[in-house]
């Protein structure tokens, strides 16, 4: 994950998005309603259908998904691969109805 939002994080830097005044600003609002929107972009494939017809096109809603994962997350300070290791630890303590 440290990799994937290094190389988030200067893609951010090279469109210059986290510069001052920058049309596109990084904030933690502006992330989540984006990774909000990328998320019902992946159920548009499956409008319909139970697979997708396109899978190309699903990987890359799926990749936008994560990217803006690992920049809201990055721009929060949250540690992204310990939150979900300590999620995990948790869900196995939990019981779900069936």
Same mark, same amino acid.
């Given at each position: ?28 609002? @502006?992330?989540?309603?984006? &990774?909000?929107?990328?998320?019902? $972009? ?40 310990? $939150?979900? &290791?300590?999620?995990?630890?948790? @869900? ?7």
């Amino acid at each position: 994950l440290q990799t994937l939002t290094a190389r988030m994080n200067a893609f951010v830097a090279a469109k210059g998005w986290d510069a001052p005044g920058s049309p596109r600003p990084q904030t933690p609002r @502006n992330l989540a309603i984006s &990774l909000s929107l990328e998320a019902a $972009a992946v159920l548009e494939h499956f409008q319909w259908a139970e697979q997708a017809r396109d899978p190309a096109a699903l990987a890359g809603e799926l990749a936008d998904v994560g990217l803006y994962l690992l920049q809201l997350a990055s721009v929060t300070g949250v540690d992204l691969e310990q $939150a979900i &290791l300590d999620k995990l630890r948790h @869900n196995y303590t939990r019981e779900w109805q069936p």
